[in-house]
């Protein structure tokens, strides 16, 4: 099994659905259906490869693994280069998990066009898994980029009714910070002479240089992540995209920022991390604080989660740059936990609009009564997202903030606030929509969960306990990769005080 | 064993919650009650063998956390504190769970309710056998998830969901205080384990961190910030808000949680965290003065509320606040014989409360009720039972463990000892007036309910009295019983390590040499507060109203709570809200937006417009070309998905 190329097999497979679905012809209804079912059998068979990474992934070891090399444009030192480490490993696994989940969220809810909404999916879990597994500077920025067009196309075309504002401001911010980075790869390469990103990890880059590139690299991953105050396109590509669009872009995408900060900025430039460390703070601390606030006050449910999910990436941009084991793996359990918590609490906004075709918090209310399984569901997930011990999310806020703590008090003092205004507005959301009496006769007409629909929230449901109460599976394989990040990160900081020092 | 008696009302949770539709009330009542009586059978044994005999033991159960240098275990620690804690809990939530086959009998949700209710006790479990800060902190939210759930059991009343909403957010400002605590201890300590944490702690005593910009002594922030937790779980002076509106939950609620286990879960880590506490006189000093003002406080308010209920709570959350000025004075095995004592004749007040208002067809002022007394003779007497013990009159349980506590706060001899002291003499003046208050106006002078009412009133059934008599009986003889070791001359024997006194510290010693008058004061005290209330609410019942007329600002202080809830609305709450909405509006549409996507769009396309008229910036028109290009595209789709 190890001698399959399990990456490149993990990355591209969606693309043979792809063809498949192309292929297909004749009456429309027709089409649609095996589109549909192509579809989850090719990412069900995806998932099923992923997790064979998984198994046979070392989870004491801290370097690539996995590896998979070709000659590409060898005149240029550019090449084919994948392979995983504890970092990336289970950001695959996440793209591969919520994918199959999409396509069956997206079941019924998608009507028009399903071949290909089929396809804009599956090319995106191919984008979004090469992301994690390039190794090469080249390949990742295809990827990156790549990751835009179907996610533009997504929420542009099966968006709601202001979808067209939102796929551009969602493209204008993404792409600003995009072409930036673009130039900062170019820099790297240029400098090194080689596009392959280990050799540019173990590179030494002269300070003044790190400033620059690091400034280039935050601004394409903090517009992912999204960081405060380039946060304002996420509500609203939240609101217009579909649910599984909502789902990828929440569960994945925000995720590239954290793992870009992690991948590259930390390791390449790290004395330019510790200087702009209060920076960062000061951003994230701000982010939690400002966007608590604003959720507070939304009556839209997708927007009052896409807030609530700026919120939460500030505890994991908090994480990383302590630098600290606790705090890295931390931000790490985090993304994941947030991954998997407001994909589900996407879901469970579409779940009720689907019946009722409105986001707006008001014209619901009483859903208990009705709906006493998707008021169970979306109680775990509530739960998880305002960090209740014993689920995921109490395990990466927990980490991250300890990790904070021991670095600078101020920084876990205000952060920590972010728990009491979670609750604040989470519990809020949940009792306007799950509790009180049902005013309105349509809300009593609706339906509980569907057996598919209650096929999407188990296993969502059971990854988030598990996190919560046995996280080691997953904090095993992320530590030796972590340890070896600080322990780099360190030896240059060092390197570059005892410079100082003799100057 | 052990572990059986924490995961058995798990289990019994689990099936009543997820197979409720299947089998059914009766079933769902059966699978808790018989879970949660086995679960107290098991605490009795394991009480025996841990804190009697003497075989404490800490059980392992499954990695948790396992990062950098963090370690953290599912473990169950059992020694005397966590044994005397799991046999109380179990034994009275297996009370509860019995009457409330009784109460809730005519609920459409009973499955849920049962369900509920093993689930608290679980987490209660796992709190008090926490053998490391982290599944302290997991039992102590998981109690506060389960107090959100069970006091907005009745999800169709907009006060409930706003009282449950209350609890939850007033304990997350504790927990706030909890983590940050639990934060320091990492950085101090670099362990979370309770027993390397305090095998350290003397070596830190007088050690500094820095916090917010200072230096500050590290145990002393660190049990501050510990301490804000307890105040809000205990309902302490600041933090109390929620728990009279938690009252919006069904009695048996009341009695379990928001009275006899969850809300002692304060004094609780007060008395686990001992040997970090002892060493930082200044938290034990903040201690002292909260808890003794808390007692006071909520006294006064108690005797100003008409829901009978309330009157209850308050009282809850005043005795709360001797437990804590007890343990401020390390007086720890105090604090805890008071909490066990606690356990049985408030919950025993809240069950009888909650069958007298089972017999008033739902009804809680106590303005419309009166001359219940014959009517339901056995809930009467229990009443009865119940106060004595509470105001600490001979022979009842108070009276051992509430007099033993402000003699030690007197033996202190420090100025905090003698505030709590006399303000906690004075409360239990109150405390008798307003029990015999809500007796008198309850039970004594003419039926104020309607007619029909007072037709329907009946003796609650054998199922809700039953466990009422072992309450009662633990109200009558806990005292007596537990006096000798947890107080008295066995107590060293009897906590052994679970407890940890400083020389000079022991307070329970001095307690034993107090002048005579200063020991019996409390006693005499509270008789006089029966006898007020006698003249005031059976001899002469135009008192009342007098007295209200006449300090008019205080009542209306005592009756508004001291106005806490408007003050915190305006300071808190509403600003909140209102810079929510601002900053949304205003920060995120005018300014992030305004400046930038938005206005980038205009000013490109103005510019664009611009400079294409003047036939120069090619740069500008391939941006202005590459926009038209992408919306042409974008429209071309949307038109196609249109026709």
């Known amino acids: ?503 | 064993m052990h572990v059986a008696a924490v995961f058995l009302p798990l289990i019994a949770a689990f099936i009543a919650g997820f197979f409720g539709r299947w089998i059914g009330d009766r079933g769902a009542q059966l699978v808790t009650c018989l879970a949660l009586v086995a679960a107290a059978v098991l605490g009795a044994i394991v009480f025996w063998s841990v804190a009697i005999v003497g075989h404490a033991r800490t059980i392992d159960l499954l990695t948790w956390i396992d990062a950098g240098d963090l370690r953290v275990r599912w473990a169950l620690r059992y020694d005397t504190l966590s044994a005397v804690m799991v046999a109380a809990v179990t034994l009275v939530s297996a009370m509860v769970h019995i009457y409330s086959v009784g109460y809730m009998a005519h609920d459409k949700s009973v499955p849920r309710f049962m369900s509920y209710l093993s689930l608290f006790t679980f987490f209660m479990l796992m709190l008090v056998t926490a053998d490391n800060f982290v599944q302290l902190f997991f039992g102590w939210e998981g109690v506060g998830l389960m107090s959100y759930l069970l006091i907005g059991f009745w999800y169709d009343r907009p006060s409930a969901n706003a009282a449950a909403i209350k609890a939850f957010i007033v304990n997350r400002i504790g927990d706030f205080g909890f983590a940050l605590g639990i934060f320091a201890v990492y950085l101090i300590f670099g362990s979370l384990q309770f027993d390397t944490v305090f095998a350290a702690a003397p070596d830190v005593a007088h050690n500094t961190i820095p916090f917010l910009g200072h230096q500050v002594d590290a145990i002393t922030v660190t049990c501050i910030l510990l301490f804000i937790g307890a105040m809000g779980k205990s309902a302490q002076l600041g933090l109390h808000t929620w728990l009279p509106d938690a009252m919006e939950g069904p009695t048996p609620v009341s009695a379990l949680i928001h009275a006899a286990t969850m809300v002692t879960a304060g004094v609780f880590m007060l008395a686990r965290l001992s040997p970090l506490f002892e060493y930082s006189p200044t938290a034990l000093a903040v201690v002292v003065v909260i808890g003794g003002s808390t007692a006071m406080f909520a006294a006064t308010i108690g005797m100003a509320q008409n829901d009978i209920k309330r009157v209850i709570a308050y009282s809850t959350c005043s005795q709360l606040g001797y437990m804590f000025f007890a343990a401020g004075v390390s007086a720890y095995g105090a604090a805890i014989f008071h909490l066990v004592t606690h356990a049985f004749f408030k919950a025993l007040l809240f069950l009888a409360a909650g069958s007298v208002i089972h017999a008033m067809s739902g009804e809680q002022d106590m303005r419309k009720m009166g001359g219940l007394r014959t009517l339901i003779p056995a809930t009467y007497l229990l009443m009865w039972v119940g106060s004595l013990a509470l105001a600490g009159i001979w022979p009842f349980a108070g009276y051992y463990s509430k007099d033993v506590i402000i003699e030690a706060a007197w033996a202190s001899g420090t100025g905090v000892g003698h505030y709590a002291y006399w303000l906690g003499v004075f409360a239990a003046f109150l405390t008798a007036f307003y029990s015999w208050r809500l007796i008198f106006l309850t039970f004594h002078g003419k039926p104020r309910a309607s007619k029909e009412v007072m037709a329907h009133v009946h003796e609650s059934p054998p199922v809700m009295i039953l466990p009422l008599l072992v309450l009662a009986a633990g109200a009558l003889f806990a005292g007596m019983a537990g006096y000798h070791w947890f107080v008295g001359e066995g107590r060293d024997a009897f906590w052994g390590d679970s407890i940890l006194v400083l020389p000079g510290h022991d307070n329970l010693a001095g307690a034993e040499t107090v002048p005579f008058w200063a020991a019996k004061l409390p006693l005499a005290m509270g008789l006089g507060g029966i006898f007020v209330a006698w003249i005031a609410y059976v001899v002469e019942t135009g008192i009342p109203a007098l007295t209200a007329r006449w300090l008019r600002p205080v009542y209306l202080l005592f009756l508004n709570k001291w106005y806490f809830d408007e003050l915190y609305d305006a300071i808190i709450v509403r600003p909140a809200m209102w810079l929510g909405i601002r900053l949304w509006k205003d920060g995120d549409g005018a300014v992030i937006d305004g400046l930038g996507p938005d206005g980038f769009a205009k000013v490109t396309r103005g510019m664009a417009a611009v400079l294409s008229r003047f036939q120069t910036g090619y740069l500008y028109h391939y941006v202005f070309a590459m926009f038209v290009g992408a919306v042409v595209l974008v429209s071309w789709y949307v038109l196609r998905q249109a026709g």
């Open chain 1, 1 to 503: 099994m190890t001698h399959w190329p399990l990456l490149s097999l993990t990355t591209f497979l969606p693309l043979a659905g792809v063809a498949a679905i192309l292929l297909l012809r004749g009456d429309e209804k027709d089409v649609a259906r095996n589109a549909r079912w192509i579809a989850l059998w090719t990412s069900l068979v995806v998932f099923a490869v992923s997790l064979a990474v998984w198994a046979n992934f070392d989870p004491t070891r801290s370097d690539f693994q996995l590896v998979e090399q070709a000659d590409w444009l060898p005149d240029f030192n550019i090449g084919y280069h994948m392979g995983v480490d504890g970092i990336s490993l289970f950001f695959v696994l996440l793209s591969t998990f919520l994918t199959p989940i999409c396509v069956v969220a997206s079941w019924t809810a998608i009507e028009r066009r399903v071949k290909e909404y089929m396809i804009a999916f599956l090319v995106l879990e191919t984008m979004m898994v090469g992301i994690f597994c390039a190794l090469d500077f080249i390949l990742f920025y295809v990827f990156f980029e790549g990751v835009l067009v179907p996610m533009f196309l997504i929420i542009g075309v099966w968006g709601g009714s202001r979808r067209v504002y939102a796929a551009f401001k969602f493209f204008l911010f993404t792409l600003l910070g995009s072409v930036l980075s673009l130039l900062a790869i170019l820099a790297i390469y240029f400098v090194t002479g080689t596009a392959d990103i280990p050799e540019a990890l173990a590179f030494n880059f002269p300070p003044h240089l790190q400033t620059w590139l690091w400034l280039a690299f935050f601004a394409s991953f903090a517009v992912k992540v999204p960081m405060w105050p380039v946060h304002t396109w996420l509500p609203d590509a939240h609101v217009e995209a579909p649910t599984a669009g909502s789902v990828i872009l929440a569960g994945v995408l925000l995720k590239l920022g954290g793992y870009g900060f992690i991948r590259f900025s930390l390791p390449m430039f790290p004395e330019a991390s510790a200087y702009f460390t209060p920076f960062v703070y000061t951003l994230s601390v701000v982010a939690i604080i400002y966007t608590s606030l604003v959720a507070l006050a939304q009556d839209d449910m997708k927007k009052l989660i896409a807030y609530s999910s700026v919120a939460h990436m500030g505890f994991v941009t908090i994480g990383i740059f302590t630098v600290t084991p606790e705090g890295l793996q931390g931000a790490m359990i985090q993304m994941l936990s947030h991954g998997v918590v407001s994909a589900a609490l996407f879901l469970c906004v579409g779940v009720v609009y689907d019946r009722l075709h409105t986001r707006e918090i008001a014209r619901y209310g009483g859903l208990a009564e009705n709906m006493p399984k998707y008021a169970t569901a979306f109680m775990v997930f509530m739960l998880a997202s305002v960090g209740l011990p014993g689920t995921s999310g109490f395990v990466g806020e927990f980490l991250s903030m300890i990790g904070a703590f021991q670095v600078n008090t101020w920084v876990a003092f205000f952060a920590t606030t972010g728990m009491i205004l979670s609750a604040a507005y989470m519990l809020w959301l949940y009792r306007r929509i799950i509790f009180e009496k049902i005013t309105h006769a349509d809300v009593r007409a609706m339906i509980d969960l569907t057996p598919r629909e209650v096929l999407v929230f188990a296993p969502m449901i059971a990854v988030v306990l598990w996190m919560g109460v046995y996280p080691a599976s997953f904090l095993k394989p992320i530590q030796p990769s972590i340890a070896n990040l600080i322990e780099r990160v360190q030896v240059s900081q060092r390197a570059a005080a005892t410079a100082l020092a003799q100057r």
